[in-house]
């Protein structure tokens, strides 16, 4: 049986799937961005397929490149407030972060 | 055939070095395993007839934003290796995380397989799809590209100013 839509579409579930997971379980800061990339990811592949699956039409790569666009952005700027948690902090535990001020 | 073979090599290692990001509890190998799958991803693309996606995803993903992200490891962790706080949450939050996203895929799947989706698939000629790219960005999609520069600037500039040592 051939590769169709629906295979496609399983697969994105299962990574979005576990992105969410790591985005829910995780303690490290790095390491939720990274299940952010994972829901990104699977998102792009939604794009993608679809846009094949209907005659090609290039309007899903568009919205796939400002994704990825928006993917490098966020991670510039959430890296940055990662390393200013780290110098108040000395740690990037999500869980301990509970100070609006100090 | 051919393309049976090679989607479920992709699909496999996509998914199983994303089980490695999720689960592991080192995180350098959680870091280097979400480099399999982007790479993966960036196989499922070429697949789907998006090769201009496809090398964009290597340089961005890879060459950018997991940099990025080694680089965010490598400075936050106190110990090498192995960082005590990355541990994960407790057995019952794990748990009803795992219920929860486990709900999340079945769902997901479910409404995909019911779904009946409207299907054409194009025809056998594969031709690049930089052209179309191109002209679409700079057609209709040219106020949302103008923007998105901006944008990018802007948060450049805000990235190192956060960043900033005081």
Do not use: A, E
């Given at each position: 049986m051939g590769i169709g839509l629906s295979h496609y579409i399983i697969l994105s579930a299962i990574l979005f799937g576990l992105g969410i997971f790591a985005i829910i379980t995780r303690k490290n800061a790095v390491l939720v961005l990274m299940g952010v990339e994972l829901v990104l990811n699977s998102a792009n592949i939604n794009f993608i397929a679809f846009s094949k699956f209907n005659n090609l039409k290039i309007d899903g790569h568009i919205a796939a490149i400002f994704v990825i666009m928006l993917a490098a952005i966020e991670v510039a700027v959430a890296l940055a407030i990662v390393l200013n948690i780290y110098q108040n902090y000395?740690?990037?535990?999500v869980d301990e972060i509970d100070n609006l001020k100090d | 055939m051919i393309t049976e073979i090679v989607f479920w090599f992709f699909a496999i290692l996509t998914i199983g070095s994303a089980c490695v990001v999720v689960f592991s509890r080192n995180m350098i190998y959680a870091v280097f395993s979400l480099l399999f799958t982007f790479f993966g991803v960036a196989g499922i693309y070429v697949l789907l007839n998006a090769d201009f996606l496809a090398v964009t995803q290597i340089m961005i993903?890879?060459?950018?934003i997991l940099v990025l992200l080694i680089f965010g490891i490598m400075i936050t962790s106190?110990?090498?290796?192995?960082?005590?706080?990355s541990g994960q949450t407790g057995k019952i939050q794990i748990f009803f995380a795992g219920i929860f996203s486990l709900i999340v895929i079945v769902g997901l799947i479910f409404i995909a397989l019911t779904t009946k989706w409207y299907s054409a698939v194009p025809s056998a000629e594969v031709y690049s799809t930089i052209e179309l790219i191109g002209k679409s960005l700079l057609t209709n999609y040219l106020l949302a590209f103008e923007s998105a520069s901006v944008l990018l600037l802007i948060a450049i500039i805000g990235a190192a100013l956060i960043a900033r040592r005081k």
């Open positions: 000395k740690h990037i535990n | 993903y890879i060459g950018g106190n110990i090498t290796g192995v960082d005590i706080k």
